[in-house]
């Protein structure tokens, strides 16, 4: 009866308690849970990262020196084409009394210069036979420069000295 009512009280009371321990120790087990996860590093020191080894510092490469830029040097332009040289023609003397052209045979571009030089103390001319051209007088030790439009083989003389003969040849 009463008896029985209150062994079925205590009972439930003893059921009671055990569920609250249960639950209390369910509870510090899931605090303690909880600090585990995320407070266990509160406090303690920090872990070490691991992600990033330490790496010995390589030193920093040194450059290997550039090679200066010479490797394949410009090919210097090619010259321009001399400037024409003159054909000498030299009026020399010969002998005692005589004179002579030399080159007696000569060729020359047309257009190009011809330099007449009179090594002598005698005056000279160079004309051609035809009459194509006439130096005009060429005073001792001088130097004229005549030029020749036209193709063709001319011979000429010196009008002062008409043994003087020579032949020119303007190509
Ligand atoms: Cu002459």
Redesign the pocket.
């Known amino acids: 009866m009463g008896v029985g009512d209150g062994s079925v009280a205590a009972s439930v009371v003893t059921r009671c308690v055990r569920i609250e321990v249960n639950c209390k120790a369910i509870a510090a087990v899931i605090v303690g849970l909880m600090l585990a996860a995320c407070g266990g590093s509160v406090g303690s020191v920090p872990p070490t990262a691991t992600s990033s080894p330490t790496s010995t510092p390589t030193a920093a490469p040194t450059p290997s020196p550039t090679p200066a830029p010479n490797a394949t040097p410009t090919p210097a332009p090619p010259p321009p084409p001399p400037p024409p040289t003159a054909t000498v023609l030299k009026?020399v003397r010969v002998g005692a009394y005589s004179?002579a052209f030399s080159p007696v045979m000569l060729s020359i571009r047309h257009g190009a210069p011809l330099t007449v030089t009179n090594t002598t103390a005698?005056?000279?001319?160079m004309t051609a036979d035809g009459g194509a051209f006439n130096s005009g007088t060429v005073s001792p030790n001088s130097t004229i420069t005549m030029t020749f439009s036209t193709p063709g083989t001319f011979p000429y003389h010196?009008q002062?000295?008409p043994y003087?003969t020579g032949t020119l040849t303007v190509t």
Do not use: L
Request: glycine share 0%; proline share 10%.
């Open positions: 009026i004179y005698a005056p000279h001319t010196c002062i000295h003087m």
